[in-house]
C-alpha cells in the first residue's frame, strides 16, 4: 500500500494567528487558572539551557523545565542515541515480553542505586511511580496476612496528583476537592535538632499499634513544599526506628534523583536506605515521559507466588517503551561522566559564592541550598498563586530568566550543562527583583 504524500500547501494552517492565540482556543494548562492567566507563552525551540519563544526571545531555564533536563535541552547524543533506537523497536507490550533497552537500563540503573535496590518496576510520570510505591508498601503486608492499611508521611509534602499520591500529599492547594477520597494516612512533622527526639518518642509510642504500613518521604528537600530541606541525620533516626517495625520505607526521589543533591540519589546521604524508591524526571532526561519504581529483594518477595493474585496487578501501556529506556541510558552514560559530575561540582560552588554574596540582603528571610539546589525566602508575605508571586516571575521572564517563584520562595535548579556566564545572569536578575522589592 502506498501513502500519498499530502499537498505541501494543504498542511500549513492560512492564519496569522500567534501559537499563544491559538492555544486558547482548545488547550487546558496544568496548575492554572485560564481566567486569571489566560495567555500562555509560545516556546518554539530549546537548546541546552535556554528556551526560545515563538518571536526569538531567550530565556536561561533556571528550573530545567520542572526538574527534567538536566543534561540540556535537545542534547545531541541523547538525540542520536534515541534516533538510532527509533528504527530498530519503537514500542512493544512489556507484560509477556522484554527488549534491549530496558534489560540494559535495569543493569546500568542498579548499579548507581542504592546497593539493597534489586527490582525495577516501570510506569510513566512520577505520580504513578509513587502510586506504585504505596501499592507495594500496602500489599506486601496484605500478601504476608497482616492488617496494615495506614501510610505514614511528612507534614508539607507532595507527591503527586493521583490519588494515592495526593492521599500522602498536604498540600491542600492541590487536594481540596478531593480529600474525602483519600487511603489513610497520618503525618509527622520533618525533622530538625529541635524536635527529632520528640518526634521519635512519639512515634515509638504510635508504632505499637502494628498497623503503618509505609513511611512515604522526600529524602532531604520537599519540592512543592518550597524546597522546604532537612538533615540526613534525623531523616536517618526515623528511618531506623520504623525499619525495626517493619514499617516499609518509600523515597520519593522523583525531584531529588540523579545528582541534583550532589550524590547521584539523596538516599546517598542515608546510612539507612529505603525499601522502594520512586524515580521519574531526569530518569529519561526530559525527552520522554518515564518512571520507574525500585524496591528490594524482600519486597519483590513478598509478591513472588504461585497465587496469581499475590501478584502486583498494576500496568501501563507504555510501560518501559523502549525509547524512553534509550533516553534513559544516555542520559545515565552523561550523569556519570567525568564533564557532568565536574559541572555539578561547579554549580554546587557558584550557589555558594552567591550565597555568601546575598544572604544578609534586607529583603532576605532565609537561604539554604542542597547540592544544585538553591532557596531563598523573601521577607514579603505572598499567596503560593497571587499578584506578588506573579510580578516576581513577570520581572524574571522580562530579563530572560526562566524562574517560577513558590510562594515567597526563588528557587535554582538548572540544567548541568548551563555555563558560567548563564548562572551569573540568573543571579544577576535575582539581584534586581529583590533591590525592586
Given amino acids: 500500500m502506498h501513502l500519498r504524500k499530502p499537498n505541501r500547501h494543504s498542511t500549513q494552517l492560512m492564519t496569522t494567528e500567534s501559537l499563544s492565540e491559538r492555544d486558547k482556543k482548545h488547550l487546558w494548562h496544568p496548575l492554572t487558572q485560564h481566567k486569571l492567566h489566560p495567555q500562555m507563552l509560545a516556546i518554539a525551540k530549546a537548546k541546552g539551557a535556554v528556551l526560545y519563544d515563538e518571536h526569538g526571545k531567550e530565556y536561561i531555564d533556571g528550573i530545567a523545565s520542572w526538574y527534567t533536563c538536566m543534561y540540556g535541552h535537545c542534547n545531541d547524543y541523547i538525540l542520536e542515541k534515541v534516533h538510532q533506537q527509533m528504527q530498530r523497536l519503537d514500542q512493544v507490550v512489556f507484560s509477556g515480553f522484554t527488549h534491549e533497552p530496558a534489560v540494559r537500563l535495569s543493569e546500568e540503573l542498579i548499579k548507581i542505586l542504592p546497593a539493597n535496590q534489586e527490582k525495577l518496576f516501570f ?18 503486608h496484605f500478601n504476608k496476612g497482616e492488617k496494615r492499611q495506614i501510610m505514614l508521611a511528612f507534614e508539607d509534602g507532595f507527591h503527586g496528583d493521583t490519588f494515592g499520591a495526593m492521599s500522602v500529599s498536604s498540600l491542600s492547594v492541590y487536594n481540596g476537592p478531593f480529600e474525602d477520597f483519600f487511603i489513610a494516612v497520618e503525618r509527622i ?7 527529632i527526639t520528640d518526634i521519635l518518642k512519639q512515634l515509638s509510642s504510635r508504632l505499637q499499634q502494628n498497623n503503618i504500613a509505609g513511611f512515604i518521604y522526600e529524602p532531604l528537600v520537599q519540592g512543592a513544599a518550597a524546597m522546604k530541606m532537612h538533615d540526613a541525620e534525623g531523616l536517618d533516626q526515623i528511618l531506623r526506628l520504623l525499619k525495626r517495625h517493619e514499617v516499609l520505607c518509600v523515597a520519593d526521589e522523583v525531584m531529588t534523583g540523579f545528582g541534583k543533591t550532589g550524590k547521584h540519589f539523596a ?22 515521559p518515564m518512571a520507574i519504581t525500585s524496591c528490594t529483594q524482600d519486597v519483590y518477595d513478598a509478591f ?51 550565597n555568601e554574596e546575598i544572604k544578609n540582603h534586607p529583603k532576605i528571610e532565609n537561604t539554604r541550598q542542597c ?13 503560593r498563586y497571587g499578584n506578588l508571586r506573579d510580578k516576581l516571575m513577570g520581572h524574571f521572564m522580562e530579563n530572560g530568566v526562566f524562574l517560577r517563584p513558590l510562594g515567597n520562595t526563588i528557587y535554582i535548579l538548572t540544567p548541568y550543562v548551563i555555563s558560567d556566564g548563564q548562572l551569573q545572569k540568573i543571579y544577576d536578575t535575582i539581584k534586581s527583583a529583590l533591590d525592586a522589592l
Fill in 123 to 140: 510506569s510513566d510520570n512520577g505520580s504513578t511511580a509513587v502510586e506504585i510505591g504505596i501499592k507495594m508498601a500496602l500489599q506486601y
Fill in 189 to 195: 512533622p520533618v525533622p530538625t535538632k529541635e524536635n
Fill in 267 to 288: 538516599s546517598d546521604h542515608l546510612t539507612t536506605k529505603p525499601d522502594i524508591i520512586c524515580l521519574s524526571k531526569a530518569l529519561t532526561a526530559g525527552l520522554m
Fill in 304 to 354: 513472588y507466588s504461585d497465587d496469581m493474585a499475590k501478584g502486583l496487578f498494576h500496568g501501563h501501556t507504555y510501560t518501559a517503551n523502549p525509547l524512553a529506556c534509550t533516553a534513559a541510558l544516555a542520559g545515565l552514560e552523561l550523569l556519570l561522566s567525568e564533564e557532568i559530575q565536574n559541572n555539578i561540582q561547579r554549580i554546587i560552588v557558584s550557589h555558594q559564592r552567591f
Fill in 371 to 383: 547540592g544544585t539546589i538553591y532557596a531563598l525566602n523573601l521577607n514579603v508575605k505572598m499567596e
